[in-house]
């Protein structure tokens, strides 16, 4: 796949599942106003990979606010087994500290496979967090703390996604996907 098609892909998992069902209530607004970055990385080994998580940490850091929010690091290729995938998400976090960046910018995961601890792979929960591709999404902390203000029971967010996908089922997520 072309880097345009990815982004596509990727579009469409935010447009339909992280809007589209509401799985983040605070994504629309930044999304609405282009102020997603979206970055594949053609990196082949994961050396590469952290290289350009570091030069993305740089980017959204010294970025204006009103033009990137936030930033979507995709990977189509590496880290396709999530156990691996969720191996990195140490080494990213260890990357904004050294950066200097902890308490400004923090890192979500997003994997195809994503499986949370304790959870079995075909449980509806995972799916909150599952992406087309392998995805570090970096956001800015203060974002973050401006959106939960404005949202009194973040809290609940996580309970209302599982409501939500089990009230969707199985075919109802593949279904997403299905639509052109």
Not at 5 to 29: D, H, M, S, Y
Not at 43 to 52: V, Y
Not at 92 to 98: D, I
């Amino acid at each position: 796949m072309n880097d345009e098609a990815i982004i596509a892909a990727t579009r469409k998992w935010i447009e339909q599942a992280v809007i589209g069902l509401n799985l983040c209530p605070f994504a629309k607004a930044v999304y609405v106003k282009e102020q997603v970055r979206f970055v594949v990385s053609r990196a082949r080994h994961l050396d590469g990979f952290l290289e350009d998580l570091d030069r993305e940490l740089d980017f959204l850091a010294a970025a204006d606010h009103a033009l990137v929010e936030t930033t979507l690091l995709i990977h189509p290729t590496l880290l396709l087994d999530f156990l691996d995938f969720n191996d990195v998400i140490p080494l990213a976090e260890a990357a904004v500290e050294e950066h200097d960046l902890q308490g400004v910018i923090q890192i979500a995961s997003f994997h195809p496979a994503f499986q949370f601890a304790g959870t079995e792979p075909d449980d509806l929960s995972n799916l909150t967090n599952r992406a087309p591709f392998p995805t570090l999404h970096l956001l800015r902390e203060a974002s973050i703390d401006r959106a939960v203000a404005a949202f009194p029971e973040a809290e609940t967010i996580y309970e209302c996604n599982i409501e939500t996908l089990n009230a969707l089922g199985q075919s109802g997520w593949q279904a997403l996907w299905d639509k052109p």
